[in-house]
């Protein structure tokens, strides 16, 4: 898999122009291949580590309500445990790194509620194969994130633990569902985050805080056990950094195989590129505003994207407007019935029998997958093959495509959705349009930070063919480091 050195800038460096000496940044502010290299040379203590994220968790989270669950003895020992295997000669690629876990991902003796009053006494039995792998390497679990009921809505707040707030202004949101894993690690608390993304919830709240957030393709980073999933067949492991570099490194050290997983692929080694180096200039790239589904956007949030997506054309990269083919059918959102009808079948008598201890928003999925008929799933599942078909007829011509992550800033954190959306009135899922459809279509997908409009971020998504993680990954660094 892909290991990315730090992000290059755009335009190139004058030669011969000397760098200014780097001085040692504090903890939360430091990369985390940095960290744990500082670590593995028994240069800085894990529990050092430990203690300092702690104190920030203690100050900051109050005011972000982003980690839900938080043991700081906890941490402390796994810190120590990390200190006495590097004291006898282990080799801990992660070592010490503090990393949040979203609240559907079980992470063993952490209750784990998925945002509800259904789970909010279930204690998880063991760690997900995520977590598993990241502890094993040397990474200390800092905490448990917030996230919307199921994971099921657009922004992160529950009866059980309420609303998560956006990381720059305490009156928004940071969207959803993982708006506790952004909004914890925008804030420096933790230097990575798991979370999971069945249709947008890793990349969209990653857009909106300022995040790099990664939809692999499916069964890159096993997910063997767990929860039931609402979005069966949809959702896959997500990670998010602050660079693209942190998140290609953790991608990197998540991704295998395991046959425990129904999606599961035994990919060989050297299908992808195994080079930290940008990808060649001559990829075929397409830029698609709209996404050729007349989806709105704000006008400043498209000005901000275009003018990166110009200032990649300034710096050589030969990106085409073009968007993909997409059957008619294909609008926002156009598989939600899956979503509604998952939801009915795990959680439907739990809602007749007390409508009390779910969210309402989510009763009324529920209620809505309750008049799904079994012909309606079909012709569902048949859509998802014609769109899948109409993406890889269009990856015949190009290479990678880039379109909006999301087409608006972060909106106040008492409503669903913004009302309007580029002059126009938008559905409660009109913010989430551009990220479902790679779900659908089981393509990675990354949302790089691609600049600010009114002082809140956003983000720019970079797409490519399903199993071509590091192609996407690649070009996010150049995307990163290419400022108008």
């Not at 810190?79 to 876990?101: I, M, N, Q």
């Not at 200032?311 to 609008?331: H, K, M, S, V, Y």
Request: aromatic share 6%; hydrophobic share 45%; glycine share 10%.
């Amino acid at each position: 898999m892909n290991r990315l050195a730090a992000s290059p800038v755009c335009p190139e460096p004058v030669e011969g122009q000397d760098a200014a000496p780097a001085s040692i940044p504090p903890l939360h502010d430091m990369d985390a291949r940095e960290l744990a290299a500082r670590v593995a040379r028994r240069d800085l203590p894990a529990t050092e580590v430990a203690r300092h994220f702690i104190a920030r968790v203690e100050a900051l989270n109050p005011g972000l309500n982003a980690i839900v669950q938080f043991d700081p003895a906890r941490v402390l020992a796994e810190a120590e445990a990390v200190d006495r295997r590097l004291a006898a000669g282990e080799s801990l690629p992660l070592a010490g790194v503090p990393f949040t876990v979203k609240d559907n991902l079980w992470v063993e003796g952490y209750r784990i509620a998925q945002g509800s009053l259904l789970f909010e006494d279930f204690v998880a039995p063991r760690d997900a194969w995520a977590v598993a792998r990241l502890r094993a390497l040397g990474g200390v679990v800092l905490g448990i994130t917030n996230c919307s009921e199921f994971a099921c809505k657009g922004v992160t707040s529950n009866l059980v633990y309420g609303a998560t707030r956006h990381p720059l202004d305490p009156t928004l949101t940071p969207g959803g569902s993982s708006g506790g894993a952004v909004s914890a690690l925008a804030r420096g608390l933790g230097l990575l985050a798991l979370a999971t993304d069945a249709g947008g919830s890793t990349r969209r709240p990653a857009a909106h805080c300022g995040l790099v957030g990664l939809k692999p393709s499916p069964g890159l980073v096993p997910h063997p056990w767990g929860f039931a999933e609402p979005n069966y067949g949809l959702s896959v492991i997500g990670v998010l950094a602050r660079s693209v570099a942190d998140c290609g490194w953790a991608f990197d050290l998540l991704a295998a195989y395991d046959a425990g997983d129904p999606a599961g692929v035994p990919i060989p080694s050297g299908l992808t590129q195994p080079t930290p180096e940008l990808p060649p200039r001559g990829l075929r790239i397409a830029w698609s505003p709209r996404l050729g589904c007349d989806f709105a956007i704000d006008d400043d949030v498209l000005a901000a994207l275009q003018a990166r997506v110009d200032a990649l054309r300034t710096a050589g990269w030969q990106i085409a407007d073009a968007d993909p083919p997409w059957p008619p059918e294909a609008r926002e959102y156009p598989l939600i019935a899956l979503q509604h009808a998952g939801l009915h079948a795990l959680y439907g008598e739990q809602w007749v029998a007390d409508p009390t201890r779910i969210d309402p928003v989510l009763g009324a999925q529920i209620e809505t997958g309750a008049r799904i008929a079994p012909a309606d799933v079909a012709r569902a599942l048949r859509l998802r093959e014609r769109i899948a078909h109409a993406l890889a007829g269009f990856f015949e011509h190009y290479d990678l495509l880039l379109c909006p992550s999301a087409p608006v800033t972060a909106w106040p954190l008492d409503q669903l959705g913004p009302p309007v959306i580029g002059g126009q009135p938008a559905g409660p899922r009109g913010h989430a349009a551009f990220t479902p459809l790679f779900n659908y279509c089981g393509v990675p997908a990354c949302s790089v930070p691609a600049g600010t409009v009114r002082g809140l971020p956003v983000g720019l998504q970079v797409v490519a063919p399903r199993y071509e993680d590091a192609r996407v990954l690649g070009f996010a660094a150049a995307v990163e480091g290419c400022i108008p």
